[in-house]
């Protein structure tokens, strides 16, 4: 047997890997309905590191019901994808910022000088 018969341990991981993949869903429609960069990056990353979030629970609960005990191999996971994604989302959202405002910039020049 590897513990995963249980309903203690099935029914909660079904319904993490349902939640997670629905939060990842969500995300993802963001994506395509958001106006603009900043909104859509907001919407992909938060529904992203949450639906990862709830994947990684299961991952731990699957793999400690296998073991028979605490497996927290899976967190380590948990905490680099914690700690990236958002440095990563606020850098590419000051990238935009930089870029609009150059692009403002330009267009301001050239409206003077036209």
Do not use: K
Not at 19 to 44: D, E, I, K
Not at 58 to 79: E, Q
Request: proline content about 4%.
């Amino acid at each position: 047997m590897t513990g995963l018969e249980s309903p203690w341990v099935a029914i909660p991981v079904a319904l993490l890997l349902i939640a997670g993949g629905l939060t990842t869903l969500v995300g993802s429609l963001g994506l395509v309905r958001l106006p603009n960069f900043q909104a859509r990056m907001h919407g992909v990353s938060m529904g992203g590191t949450l639906g990862l979030g709830c994947v990684i629970v299961a991952s731990v609960i699957v793999s400690s019901a296998m073991a028979g005990r605490f497996v927290p191999h899976a967190l380590l996971i948990t905490v680099f994808v914690v700690m990236t994604a958002p440095a990563t989302a606020m850098l590419l959202m000051r990238a935009s910022l930089y870029r609009a405002r150059a692009r403002s910039a330009a267009r301001h020049d050239e409206m003077m000088e036209g």
